[in-house]
C-alpha cells in the first residue's frame, strides 16, 4: 500500500457542486499539505497543517477548506466548485528524522464542468 | 516571498548524454529539494540539498547557497528519467516550499 494515499484519483463534477478530496498516511509524519499543480505553473501550496490542531493558509487557499480529522487524515473541501479549480491537486507529508523531506500522494485529478 | 526560476524550460537528450539543470532562488533558504514528477504524474523527491552536494546513483545535486543557486546533474541519462524536475525552496522562518515552473526533459533512444 501506499505511503500517502489520495482518493478520488480522479473526479469529474459541476460548478457550483461540494467536493471534497482525501489524504490518508501510514508514514506516521505530522505535517501534511495540499498543493494544486496547473500546466506550466508548477505547485503552488493551499494549506498545511503541522499537526491535528494547527492549520495554516497557503498561498492560494481562497474557495478551499480543509480538516485535519486525526493526524493521518488530512482533507480538501472545494464548497462550491468553480471551473477555474479544475486541476491536479497532491497531498503530502514530512515529519520524522526528515523532517523537512516532501513525499506526495499519487494525486487527484478534477475537473470541475 | 522567495522566487524560484528554473533553466532551461525544456529539454531534449539523446539516450546516454550527461544534461544539467539549473535552480536560481532569489533570498537565502532553509529548505531546498529537488523532485522528478514522471510522465503518470507521480512526484519523487530526489534531494534534500540546501547546501553542499550529494549523489545518489546517476544523480547528484549541489547547492551554493552564498550564490543562491543550485545544479542537478543526470549522467548517462535514460529513457526513464524523463518527465520533469521540479525545484523547490523555502526562506528562512518560512515552512512554504515554493516550487520553480520545473525543467521537462525527454530522453530519446
Known amino acids: 500500500d501506499a505511503d500517502v494515499t489520495q482518493t478520488p484519483r480522479n473526479r469529474i463534477t459541476k460548478t457550483g457542486k461540494r467536493i471534497m478530496l482525501e489524504c490518508s498516511q501510514t508514514?506516521?509524519?505530522?505535517?501534511m499539505y495540499w498543493y494544486r499543480q496547473d500546466p506550466g505553473l508548477g505547485l503552488r501550496l493551499i494549506y498545511y497543517s503541522f499537526d491535528v490542531k494547527d492549520i495554516n493558509k497557503g498561498e492560494i487557499s481562497d474557495g478551499y477548506s480543509v480538516s485535519r480529522q486525526a493526524q493521518a487524515k488530512f482533507s480538501l473541501s472545494l464548497e462550491s466548485a468553480i471551473p477555474n479549480q479544475t486541476a491536479l491537486y497532491f497531498c503530502?507529508?514530512?515529519?520524522?528524522?526528515?523532517?523537512?523531506?516532501?513525499?506526495f500522494g499519487a494525486g487527484s485529478r478534477l475537473t470541475v464542468l | 516571498g522567495i522566487q524560484v526560476e528554473q533553466s532551461p524550460p525544456d529539454l531534449i537528450l539523446q539516450e546516454g548524454a550527461n544534461s544539467t539543470l539549473r535552480c536560481n532562488f532569489s533570498?537565502?533558504?532553509?529548505?531546498l529539494q529537488w523532485f522528478h514528477q514522471n510522465p503518470w504524474g507521480q512526484l519523487i523527491n530526489l534531494f534534500y540539498i540546501p547546501s553542499g552536494t550529494k549523489q545518489n546513483g546517476r544523480l547528484s545535486a549541489t547547492t551554493v547557497a552564498t550564490e543562491r543557486y543550485s545544479l542537478l546533474y543526470i549522467s548517462s541519462s535514460q529513457t526513464t528519467d524523463s518527465g520533469v524536475y521540479f525545484c523547490?525552496?523555502?526562506?528562512?522562518?518560512?515552512?512554504?516550499?515554493?516550487f520553480g515552473k520545473g525543467t521537462k526533459l525527454s530522453v530519446i533512444p
Open positions: 523547490a525552496a523555502s526562506g528562512a522562518g518560512s515552512y512554504q516550499l515554493t
Open positions: 533570498d537565502s533558504v532553509n529548505n
Open positions: 503530502a507529508t514530512s515529519g520524522g528524522t526528515g523532517a523537512n523531506v516532501l513525499t
Open positions: 508514514k506516521g509524519h505530522d505535517r
